[in-house]
């Protein structure tokens, strides 16, 4: 008996909402395509959380070199 690694119509069972499900699993291609905008909106968010945590600590790093330095603070407006 050979292992079939075609997905066809056999290999697929109707689903309660009239949709078909798979027998066999997906591969991560088809798993990144079928999810792809949720992919994005996810890492769209924790990159920009990223780049803002990394402008507030590079303000703080400043602001601690500026005060090492005895030169004044500065406000983030300014920064």
Known sequence: MA???RVDNRNKLPDIHG???RTQPATFAEIL?????AF????????L???????IYAFILYNCRRAADGKPK???MQF
């Open 74 to 76: 500065m406000t983030h």
């Open 49 to 55: 959380g990223l780049i803002d945590f990394d402008i």
């Open 19 to 21: 949709r078909s499900r």
């Open 33 to 37: 395509s079928s999810n792809d905008s």
């Open 40 to 47: 994005k909106k996810c890492y769209k968010s924790l990159f």
């Open 3 to 5: 292992l079939s690694t």
